[in-house]
Each structure stands twice: as C-alpha cells, then as structure tokens.
C-alpha cells in the first residue's frame, strides 16, 4: 500500500513536471516571441466566440497566461495607426502615423524589431509575414523630386480633377445608386516614385477590401521651390532590419504555410516574428462585423495560430516562447467599417501579464519580457509593460468617437483622457448583414 502510494505520488510528480517546468520556462525572458496580428478583429466579438467554444488556440493561451482588453486611445481605429502603435509602443506624434491617409515612415529605430536587433545582435531574427497588401507591411520609401513651374502646375490640375472625381463617386454611392467602381490604381503625378512590390492595383490583382483611402503625392513649397513629396510607408524603415518580410499574401492559409516554413528555417536561433492575418478584416469589410463570414475569419486565425503553436511544440521550442495574440482595431459593430472600434484584446501564455492595458502597452510588454532596458530607450516610450503595475492611467477608450480629434490637430494629444466606459458585451442575435454594404470612406489629402 505504502509502496503504491509512493508510486502514485512519483507519478503525479512526474505527470506535472512538464506543465510546471513549462510555466516556469515562461516566467523568465523568452528566446522567442510570437505576435499574432488578428487585424480587425473586434473584442465583443471574439468574447462571443470564445463563450461558444469557437477559438480553442486562443482560449488555451489565455489559461496558460491571460486575457486582457487594450483599448485604443491615441491613433485611428485603423490599420496604419494600428499596426504602428503596436509594432513601436508610441502614440502618433512620435511615429508621424495618425492613421491610414496620414502618415509617414516611421522614424529609423523605433520599432521593436530594430530594438530586438540593437539588443541581441544579427543573430536574433526578425521576420514578419503579412496578410495585407496595403495599410500593413507595404514598403514604399519616401519620394521627393523637384518640379518646374510647369510639371507643378500640370500636377496640381490632375490632382484637382483627381479629387473631382472621388467626390462624384462618393456623391453616388450615398446616393444609393451603386457601389462605386473600385478605385483605379492612384494616379502617379510626373515621375513614379521607385514603389517596391504590392503598389496597390497591381495588374490581376483585386483590390484589397476596405483599402479605399488612396495615397497620393502633395506638392510642398521649400524656399521658392515646389517639390513633389510622397511619404514613404510607416513600414519602409523598420522593414530594413528584418531578415524576412513579406506581406500581401492576402490568405490566412499562405500566412500560415509561410510562417511554418520560417519557423523550420530558424528554429535554431532565437527570433521574433509578427504574423498577420488579414481575413476577418477582409470579411468585415465585404460582410459585416455580425456576418458569419467575419466569424469564420476569426475562427480561421485561430486555427492557423493553433497549427502555428503546434509546430512550436513539435520543434521543442514552445516551452521557450512567448505568444501574444492582438489585433490593430476592433469593428463598428453590425457594419463594414472600423471607424470608431476601439476595442481590442490581448491574449497571451504570457503568465506575467496581469493587467489591462492600452495599445501603446504592446511593444513595451514584449520588449521588457526580452530584457531590453526600457528607461535607456529614446525617446521614452508612450506605452508600459502589462507585466508591471501602471504608473500612467489606464484608460478607457469612450464609446463614442471623441470630437476633439484628428490629424489636422497633431498636437493635440489623442482623445478624451477619463470618464470612458469600458466595452459593453453585445447584446442579442446577429443579424448578418448584406454583402456589399460598403463603408464610407473618405478621400485623403
Ligand atoms: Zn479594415
């Protein structure tokens, strides 16, 4: 009996050990850290999923660590503002991304790629694989060109009838007409600058759902010379220190596949990767946030996140690395569009993560949990680790879009600083929404 006993308690012992050693594993810095980008997907959302069993990768990592909402308070609810924040830990007046029709390069070094690799060398490995084709990973370097009187003036006129043309557009589509003719490919005034890969209205390629806002150049006046300026993409910068980065690939299953392969390629080394899939932002903006084709695309991330775990595992590498799972912006619930959505999630087997947090928090979280000296970095960061107590308030994004705000007014530091309540649970049935319902979206510059 005693000697059963004894058995039984070795057994047990030896039964926990691997969980134990696991949880333990993942207290310490990570060699590794994955973040999962789930672009558009809303937190009631994937709450509602989760309750009726629908994300079983997502629900296990949240048991192994946590489950905490980010709000977005500084930036656009949109993909740009999104992917920037949470890929640099800053607000807006820091990267010059405010959201998907203004923005810049982000300045060189920001980026937790270019932290991970000042930190740990050429070693460490950087790789981002990415659904979209525009709004996240397009890489597009600044452009600046002097022009004569002439190519200035012939500029300006095509850019007018340009704009006369997208206001006609959108006087039809409100009124009901029809769903306006997909956008040509943005014109491109005099010389076209050196675009890299993915320019949107690539020939046979369809337009990317929701990418309606178009990038087009501006002419700038310097001391008595005008110059054609196109801002480079917040990506060209931070893409540099990547040793794979590769977006457009539109699918959740070519997103997947890549990353598996990647994973095989440098499982040797220690590495960060982001991995995006775009396809519940793709079907929120072709069905609606209430559709079921938005609820397979979530479904569908979780499933390519899991395959993604499961060859962690497979390759012994998963005890040592930290998976975070979020998204850039949630969805206007019931419509096509992410105007004001900003209510998104993290979810981690990060069992340090405590707390709720902001979209600034992100980068701060994963750069910490690397060991990365945070109070060294220049300029200081906006964002702070969820693994610590907050020494910034925690703020609630209001649930309505706050007035005072917008690109025009960069200075003004992002909207309303309290009295924000947090995103109510949805409420009632679903109600799918008709296909082609598209979201308003208004010209830029
Ligand atoms: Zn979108």
């Not at 850290?33 to 949240?62: M, N, Y």
């Not at 993560?353 to 060991?371: C, E, H, K, W």
């Amino acid at each position: 009996m005693r000697f059963l006993t004894c058995c039984l308690a070795t057994l047990t012992l030896f039964l926990a050990l691997p969980c134990a050693a696991a949880e333990q594993g993942r207290q310490g810095p990570p060699r590794n850290v994955i973040l999962f980008g789930w672009d558009g997907a809303q937190r009631a959302h994937v709450q509602e999923c989760l309750q009726r069993g629908e994300l079983p990768t997502l629900k296990q990592l949240s048991e192994e660590g946590a489950l905490v909402n980010i709000d977005v308070i500084t930036g656009a609810t949109d993909t740009k503002a999104g992917w920037t924040q949470i890929l640099t830990g800053y607000h807006p007046q820091v990267t010059g991304v405010y959201n998907n029709g203004q923005f810049r390069d982000v300045p060189q070094g920001l980026s937790v790629f270019e932290r991970l690799k000042a930190q740990f060398g050429p070693d460490f490995v950087c790789a981002a694989v990415i659904g979209k084709r525009e709004h996240c990973g397009e890489i597009r370097e600044p452009f600046k060109r002097k022009l004569t009187d002439e190519e200035a003036a012939r500029i300006e006129e095509e850019m007018q009838q340009q704009q006369e043309r997208r206001r006609q557009q959108r006087r039809t589509a409100q009124s009901g007409q029809a769903k306006p003719a997909a956008a040509p490919a943005p014109a491109q005034p005099g010389t076209q600058p050196r675009a890299g890969a993915g320019r949107r209205g690539a020939a046979g390629k369809p337009a990317q759902p929701g990418a309606g806002r178009q990038v087009i150049g501006r002419i700038v006046e310097e001391n008595g010379e005008k110059y054609l300026v196109f801002e480079g993409s917040p990506y060209y910068t931070m893409h540099q220190a990547c040793d794979v980065w590769e977006y457009g690939l539109m699918e959740d299953e070519k997103v997947g596949t890549r990353a598996l392969e990647l994973l095989e390629k440098y499982k040797d080394k220690p590495f960060f990767f982001f991995v995006h899939f775009a396809s519940v932002d793709h079907d929120g903006h072709r069905y609606g946030e209430n559709s079921k084709e938005y609820n397979d695309a979530l479904i569908s991330n979780d499933e390519w996140t899991g395959k993604i775990i499961a060859k962690l595992k497979e390759l012994g590498l998963y005890d040592q690395t930290l998976v975070y799972v979020t998204a850039d912006h949630g969805f206007d619930e019931g419509k096509t569009s992410h105007a004001y959505a900003p209510y998104i999630f993290l979810g981690t087997n990060d069992p340090l993560v405590r707390r709720d947090g902001m979209r600034q928090d992100i980068a701060p979280t994963i750069l910490a949990r690397f060991g990365v000296d945070l109070s060294g970095l220049q300029p200081p960061l906006d964002g702070e680790p969820l693994t610590q107590p907050a020494t910034k308030p925690v703020q609630k994004a209001p649930e309505t879009k706050p007035v005072a705000k917008g690109p025009k007014t960069p200075k003004k530091p992002g909207p309303a600083a309290s009295g924000g309540k947090a995103a109510q649970p949805k409420q009632g049935a679903k109600n799918p929404r008709k296909a082609g319902e598209a979201a308003a979206q208004p010209a830029v510059k």
